[in-house]
Each structure stands twice: as structure tokens, then as C-alpha cells.
């Protein structure tokens, strides 16, 4: 089972809200993928999250340790699209998933996790930060999945810290390669030396860097590194291809599939979902085939 912990909120987009949350849209496409995952959430008891509620029951995915707080609101983002398509984020304080509660039904689940897969936003605020950490306590046979997701006056050097020495798996976009070496402290000029160095100073085993456009950089300390081309697609907008992405790499990795089968699979369903609106759409298996058969992918660049 993987436990998929952080936020679940509003995307308010210029076309209306859509429900979604980097670990929410992940722990959904997780779940449509055929994988078992449990969403650790929390959320308002106000109207955007009893809406939130019937969309995760409509989408059938698992929340049985989704927490409803009586305080704090569901949360919310603005979000702006530029006229390429790409997100820029405002991402509102005081809410539910920064109070996630430590419980035993949460320790209990961590216990028999395979994976705990979890971002950098969630450790905003003391009591959700301090929750995660005790359930990764708990959990030493699991695999750890960080996807950094680096936002605006959401992150400080201690969590992102934290994130990549409690890590197994890193997730991160190129951007935010010299913002997390800047962080943790290590000098590298290329994102291969970054790799290496973060892989032996952390015990890092695999680190994902996505280029956009022009794919992925994959490094794992056992399997070397790879380059893969990203899709030529038209993009409705980016909100949640990179959480999707991560889905689709984790959903391959615990089939066993090797490194390369993994970033090819999480290319392709990243670069579905940015054709498509938002970060929950739902997606066939007959979409992900016709979507690999009409679309090309782009030549690789030097980066």
C-alpha cells in the first residue's frame, strides 16, 4: 500500500476550481492507475470541503484517513495561466492540511506501508510537518518518495532539508535543482554532478529531474542515468503534470519495471494530463494508448 501524505485542496483557475493538491492529484491518478493508496488528508468542515468529499467518493478513491477539521477551512490556491500555459501559484495560509493530526489509525497504516510518498508544502507548518515526520519514524521498511514541489514563501532550508535526508526517491523540476543546492549546501554545475553528489551525501537512490518539453533526467545508483525525450503536445495547462508524472513513475517502479520503463511511462501520462484541464482528470486506458500512438516525442536538447 502507499500512503500518499500532504494536501488536498481547491485550485481556483481562471476557468472556475477544480479539486486537486500535488499529493491528491498523485494519490488519484495512483489509484485510477490500479495502484492501492491511501490519501492522508485533511480537510474543512465547510462547503468546499464537503464538495471536496463527494468528488473523492464520486472519483472512488480511498480516504478512510482523510481528517475533517472543525477550525480551519479546506484549502485553497489562486492560480494563473500564462499564455503558454504554465501555473503560477498563490497559495493561501490558515487551512485544514496544515493541521493534519497524529493518530493511531495513522501510525497503524504507516507500519505497513510500501511507500510513503510526500511534498515539501505539507511541512509549512509545524503540526502537519511534525505528523509526517513521526509517521516516516514509523515506517523503516517503506520506500520514501519526495516530490520537492518548491512554492512562493512555502519552503525554508530546514524542510527541504528534511525532505532530501528522509528521502529514498527525489522528484524535482530543473529549476529547482540550483534552488535546492543553494539550500542543502553542495556546489554542482550540471545536473548529472548534482545527482551524484546528493545520491552519496543523502543516500539518495534515484533522483528524477523533468525538463519540461524536453523530457526527464534520471539517476539511480544502481542502474546509472538515463535521458528521455518529453511529448510534443499542446498544452491546456501545466497544473498537475508533474504530480501525475510521479504517479506514473511510482505505479511502474512497484510492477518492478526498470528505471527507463518507469521515466517513459511518467512522461507519457504527465504529458496526458497537460492537455487536459487541471490535475484529477480522468483518463482510460484507451486515452493513454491513443495518446502514445498520435503523439511524437520531442528531440532532445543539450541541457
Known amino acids: 500500500m502507499i500512503i500518499a501524505y500532504g494536501e488536498v485542496l481547491w485550485d481556483i483557475l481562471p476557468t472556475g476550481k477544480m ?12 489509484h485510477q492507475l490500479g495502484t492501492h493508496v491511501s490519501l492522508i488528508s ?54 485544514a492540511y496544515d493541521n493534519i493530526e497524529l493518530t493511531n489509525d495513522l501510525l497503524e497504516a504507516a507500519k505497513s506501508a ?24 514509523a515506517a ?20 527541504v532539508l528534511e525532505s532530501v535526508s528522509r528521502t529514498d526517491v527525489l522528484k524535482l523540476n530543473l529549476k529547482e535543482v540550483s534552488t535546492v543546492s543553494e539550500l542543502i549546501g553542495i556546489s554542482s554545475e550540471t545536473k548529472e554532478d548534482f ?35 518529453g511529448y510534443n503536445v499542446k498544452v491546456a495547462d501545466t497544473v498537475g503534470a508533474g504530480d501525475n508524472f510521479t504517479a506514473g513513475f511510482v505505479h511502474k517502479r512497484l510492477l518492478g519495471e526498470s528505471l527507463e520503463k518507469c521515466c517513459m511511462f511518467a512522461n507519457l501520462i504527465g504529458s496526458l494530463v497537460a492537455t487536459k484541464v487541471g490535475g484529477m482528470p480522468s483518463l482510460t486506458q484507451k486515452d493513454i494508448e491513443n495518446h502514445q500512438a498520435t503523439h511524437q516525442l520531442n528531440q532532445i536538447k543539450s541541457i
Open 19 to 30: 479539486l486537486g493538491g500535488a499529493v491528491g492529484n498523485c494519490a488519484y491518478r495512483l
Open 42 to 95: 485533511r480537510i474543512g468542515d465547510d462547503e468546499l470541503g464537503h464538495e471536496a468529499l463527494g468528488i473523492l467518493k464520486d472519483k472512488e478513491l480511498p480516504c478512510p484517513l482523510l481528517q475533517i477539521d472543525q477550525k480551519y477551512p479546506t484549502g485553497t490556491v489562486d492560480v494563473t495561466i500564462s499564455s503558454e500555459g504554465d501555473a503560477d501559484y498563490q497559495i493561501n495560509t490558515g487551512v
Open 140 to 159: 523503516p521498511q517503506a520506500l520514501k518518495i519526495v516530490d520537492i514541489n518548491l512554492r512562493k514563501d512555502c519552503f525554508t532550508k530546514e524542510t
Open 195 to 229: 545527482c551524484d553528489q546528493v545520491s552519496k551525501k543523502y543516500n539518495v537512490s534515484t533522483i528524477l529531474i523533468t525538463l519540461g518539453d524536453d523530457g526527464i533526467y534520471a539517476f539511480d545508483s544502481k542502474e546509472g542515468d538515463i535521458r528521455l525525450p
Open 114 to 137: 510500501d511507500v510513503i510518498l510526500f511534498g515539501n508544502l505539507i511541512q509549512r507548518c509545524e503540526k502537519s510537518r511534525n505528523t509526517l515526520y513521526s509517521l516516516i519514524e
